[in-house]
């Protein structure tokens, strides 16, 4: 139960003030930009994005600045503004095999079709602090070799070869699919199939689902996973424009995929077979693609037969708590005056103590 606090407007306000110092910081140096925030801390910038649903690189940055780097207050405060903005229409589903690659790599295959490529990756550094980051200005020396991606072809999946062999399961839609839900629009329920846990996982928290990952590579799941695919690049927004009767880019935006290739034991009417986890985020989110596949291919547990032994396995254990912003709401309303609930329990603990030690007195007599 909540109650009002009276009187307390003024010293709202002051708090407010107090949180634009603070953010602000040394009013001698300079401030800090959203346009720096979004060329500098796009990492960032792409996690804010993918779990406030919203692809708009200056938002998530101006969201940044606003939370003072919170990148949970800044995914809140996206996703609040998210549910002012008018829907108008749907866009195709993109085609990730036609991205324009900056990154792909495959640690199931060495040689695959269109050839592993590196790109940046924090993968083979040393995890020292660079003390010639402190000069600021410092131009750097590989900012004269950074090249803009060229026309590329399609590079296919790497998991298309074990298809073509009838190796890996393969989800294919058919006429009679229906519609995927609308987490966004329709509250999340179960039994909830795999087209609503997988827009769950791209909401989720990172954290959480990092966590979930790791444990079901501990023995919490049984799957046994390899990185597939991973790819980072661009891909082409295109929508049906009903007056044109074709469809049309309307634009490009940066994603992350992941396909995890999993071991599956098969059954009386499926052979032995590998199965898949599937991963997708805004930008350059390579550790939340994959924590996300995991975590998919653990949660299919129930539809490919398999026994549920694991909080990683249950789909409402999972979704219901992997959500940063719900999370966020419950723990941090513990911060709000519970003073008439805190009241009422104290009471009671009090009449049970009075008549506990009343019959221990009466015992003792």
Known sequence: MYVAVKGGERAIERSWDLLAEKRRGDQGLPELSVSQIREQLRLAVARVMTEGSVYDEELASL?????????????????????????????????????????????????????????????????????????????????????????????????????????????????????????????LTFPADRTVRLQNLARADEGFLLAMGYATQRGYSHTHPFAGEIRNGEVAVEMDIEELGFPIEIGDMEVTECQMINQFAGSGDVPPTFTQGYGLAFGHSERKAMAMALVDRSLRAPDLGETVASP????????????????????????????????????????????????QLENAA
Not at 149 to 173: F, H, N, S
Not at 338 to 348: G, I, R
């Open 63 to 187: 969201a940044i600045k606003q939370a003072a780097g919170d990148l949970v207050e800044a995914i809140f405060l996206l996703r609040a503004y998210r549910t002012t903005l008018p829907r108008f229409g749907y866009t195709l589903a993109i085609d990730t095999e036609k991205m324009c690659v900056e990154r792909r790599i495959s640690a199931a295959f060495k040689d695959i079709p269109g050839g592993q490529m590196l790109g940046g990756t924090y993968d083979y550094t040393q995890r020292l602090l660079d003390f010639k980051l402190l000069a600021e200005g410092a131009a750097s020396d590989s900012s004269k070799n950074i090249a803009h991606l060229a026309k590329q072809d399609p590079m296919p999946r790497v998991l298309a070869m074990l298809d073509k062999e009838g190796l890996i399961e393969q989800e294919r839609a058919h006429a009679d699919t229906p519609e995927p839900g609308d987490i966004t629009r329709e509250p």
């Open 312 to 359: 990683t396995q249950d789909a409402e254990f999972v979704l219901s708590h992997s959500d940063n912003v719900e999370a966020s709401g419950f723990v941090q309303h513990l911060k709000l005056p519970h003073y008439v609930d805190f009241q009422s329990e104290l009471e009671l603990l009090r009449r049970l103590r009075e008549g506990r030690e009343k019959e």
